[in-house]
Each structure stands twice: as C-alpha cells, then as structure tokens.
C-alpha cells in the first residue's frame, strides 16, 4: 500500500513538472547556440534584452478582454528564438527593434479565441491548431530608438481587410513600415500571414506538434 502511495506521488510530482513550462530567470543572459535541442521551448528573455514585451494576452487589453496569461512571458522553440534573435539584430543596425505583442500560445487559449471569432481568416481553427500552439508564430511590429511603434495602419488584432498585407490604401510611410517589418523578417526565416500585418511564421513550422502547456509566473 506504501508502495502504491510512494508511486502515485511520484506520478503527480512528475506530471505537474512535465505540464508547466517555468518563467524563472537565469541571473545571465544565456547564449541560444548553446542548446542542443532546437525543438525545445524556451523563454525569450533569458537569450537577449534587446527585445519590448507588450504581450497582450497578459493584460485585458485584447479582444478577449480579459487576461489569459498569468504573467507578460514570451516562450517559443529554441529554433524560432535564433531566427528571431537574427531578425532583430538587423533591425537594430536600422535604428529600431522588434516590439513583442504575442508568443507561444496554449491551445487552450487558442479554444477561447475561436469561440469570439470563429473565422479562420483572424483566428486559426483550435482543431487544427495555430503556429502560436506550436511555438512557431510571433505577432510583432517596430519600435524606434526612443521605443515610439511605427505607424503601421491599424492596431494589433484589429480584424478587417485594412490590417492585410494586399490593403495598399494607406500612406506610403505606413506601407513603408510594414514593408521594412516584412522584409527582414521575411530575410530571416519567417512567412507573414496575409491578413495580418503583425503574425510571423516560423517556415516549416506548420508541421511541429501543438502544445498545451501552461507557465508558472516566477522571477
Ligand atoms: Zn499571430
């Protein structure tokens, strides 16, 4: 019976581990070339600093408003970090950097979306799943030196034909904006998403398997 007791423990202990990705930080930047497993998910903000956090979901300023993340934590695939970290780099050669709204995103989270807007045009189909669910999908835009976001037309999540990358019905600075977002970013490995300027892919992405796991909200 203690037996039995010891091994159930042991179970819970190792299912609770396995189902929660930690937020803890490492005290030093870690280098990302140094892990072995590109599939492996990872916090963006233990590999650089040279990254603004707004995510979104971890506030109730979003189209679900409410606040479905615990805490403002970017996790994503070691293989999307190096893309992204590369993408970055660049951008700060030309005076901006990439300005976060979201990362990694449980299916679970993915169930309530599609219950608001059931339309595979803005949100992906929860049964097949979304590259957010697989840690391969960023939503980003620009910020300048002085962190000012560049104009880019409409806001994030904002769900109609002006926020698509085929809408050229505005300014040339805001199709130049997106323009420079979409190149580099297109540079580094990434796909945009035609109906929204923000949404990146990861290439060959679509294929990695889709994740549930929660974060624990630590320092
Ligand atoms: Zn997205």
New binding site residues.
């Given amino acids: 019976m203690k037996k039995l007791l010891l091994i159930l423990v042991a179970l819970v202990l190792v299912s609770c581990k396995s189902s929660y990705l930690s937020s803890k930080k490492s005290a030093v930047l870690l280098d990302i070339n140094q892990e072995k497993d590109d599939n492996t998910f990872v916090n963006l903000k233990n590999y650089s600093r040279d990254f603004v956090f707004d995510m979104k979901y971890a506030t109730a300023d979003n189209f679900l408003k409410e606040q479905v993340y615990p805490c403002d934590e970017c996790f994503l695939r070691v293989k999307t970090i190096k893309a992204l970290l590369q993408a970055n780099q660049a951008f700060i050669e030309k005076g901006y950097r990439i300005k976060l709204y979201?990362c990694y995103r449980p299916l679970a989270i993915q169930k309530k979306m599609w219950k608001i807007v059931p339309n595979p045009t803005y949100v992906a189909n929860p049964k097949k799943g979304?590259?957010?669910n697989k840690g391969g999908?960023?939503?980003i835009t620009l910020v300048d030196s002085l962190g000012v976001e560049l104009n880019m037309g409409t806001g994030f999540d904002f769900f109609g034909p002006e926020a698509g990358h085929n809408y050229t019905d505005l300014s040339a600075e805001i199709l130049a904006n997106r323009q420079l977002l979409k190149s580099i970013m297109l540079q580094y490995n990434f796909k945009s998403?035609d109906s929204?300027w923000?949404?990146y892919n990861l290439n060959n992405s679509a294929t990695d398997e889709v994740s549930n796991l929660k974060w624990r909200c630590e320092d």
Avoid: L, M, T
């Fill in positions: 979201d979304s590259i957010h999908a960023v939503d998403f929204e923000w949404h």
